[in-house]
């Protein structure tokens, strides 16, 4: 059995490690907050004192951190992962991250011998905790298929997308097509209000016709039952966005519509604060309608219609 280090046990991270704990993987845990590793200690996983020690001591080592400067820092540092990777060992980044920033840290890892891949997840943090999210892999192949038991472990739907960098492109993508259907979905909601619409009603009428979604039939519950929780905040979002951004700049496209949704989430963040919960960018529409958008009785649960029984489903890249 591969012996698996994870950096970074945040939102995402911690339901993604205790996916490999809960399924009885060899685990070591580090983060800046050892109190929040104390219930994977507790659980049987090993604390390293140093990425270069968790590099040193396993097979794979994960990063799921909140920023490109975030990794750059765990990988780099004198007593970072890069000092302790060596041949046959894989780095595997599971942040959202910089397409650039994963190959200039890729080199690196390759210098030592190891290999890198770019693995984010994409579905929101109640499906990372059930181990029921989407990952998309970018690596060599044969790199791919070692990485392929801990992906299952952690996934249900495992995308191979190609080279190193092709993943974290994929992810910012999907991130801000999300992003997007967030502030639409704000907005029809607050028409729907002041048009004197039932929201009860007006949720089941997007969720059964041609205007849903995933993030409808996830964010739009948690507007309407007053939770606003999805485990992600608005500076997320602008990074995100941000990233989307440099990945379009790069290839010569000036965008139209991300600068306009940056700049509701940088208003957003100017209002109530960077780590106010993304769903509540909605509060901006409320204020100057003059009306609160939520749904008497709404179920305060969130809908995830996946299927229950066990399994993955792989998909690899030119099949």
Not at 21 to 32: E, F, H, S, Y
Request: proline share 4%; hydrophobic share 40%; net charge negative.
């Amino acid at each position: 059995m591969l012996k698996v280090g994870f950096i970074g046990l945040g939102n995402v991270g911690g339901k993604l490690a205790g996916s490999l704990l809960r399924n009885g993987v060899d685990l070591t845990v580090r983060d800046l907050d050892a109190d929040v590793a104390q219930p994977f200690l507790d659980g049987g996983a090993k604390w390293a004192d140093s990425p270069r020690e968790m590099a040193q001591n396993v097979d794979v080592v994960i990063t799921c951190l909140p920023s490109p400067a975030a990794s750059a820092a765990v990988m780099e540092a004198e007593d970072g992962i890069l000092a302790g990777l060596a041949p046959g060992k894989i780095w595997a980044e599971m942040s959202t991250t910089d397409k650039d920033e994963v190959l200039r840290l890729g080199e690196k890892v390759r210098a030592t011998g190891a290999e890198p891949v770019d693995c984010p997840v994409s579905g929101g943090c109640h499906r990372a905790a059930t181990g029921n999210i989407a990952i998309f892999a970018g690596c060599e192949r044969a790199t791919f298929e070692s990485m392929l038991p801990l992906l299952t472990t952690m996934g249900r739907r495992i995308l191979h997308t190609g080279e190193l960098g092709s993943a974290s492109v994929l992810k910012v993508v999907t991130n801000y097509l999300a992003t997007a259907n967030l502030l639409s979905l704000c907005e029809a909601l607050v028409t729907s209000k002041v048009a004197g619409m039932d929201l009860n009603t007006t949720y089941e009428a997007i969720r059964i016709s041609s205007g849903n979604s995933f993030v409808h039939e996830t964010e739009s519950q948690v507007i309407l039952n007053g939770s606003r929780d999805i485990s992600f905040t608005m500076d997320l979002v602008c990074k995100d966005i941000g990233l989307f951004n440099d990945v379009a700049k790069r290839g010569g496209l000036e965008l139209e519509l991300a600068p306009v949704m940056e700049r509701i989430f940088q208003q957003g963040q100017e209002r109530y604060g960077s780590r106010e919960l993304s769903p509540n960018i909605i509060k901006r529409l409320e204020e100057k309608a003059q009306v609160e958008i939520l749904a008497p009785g709404f179920p305060p649960e969130m809908v995830d219609d996946e299927p229950e029984e066990a399994g993955y489903e792989v998909q690899v890249k030119g099949r």
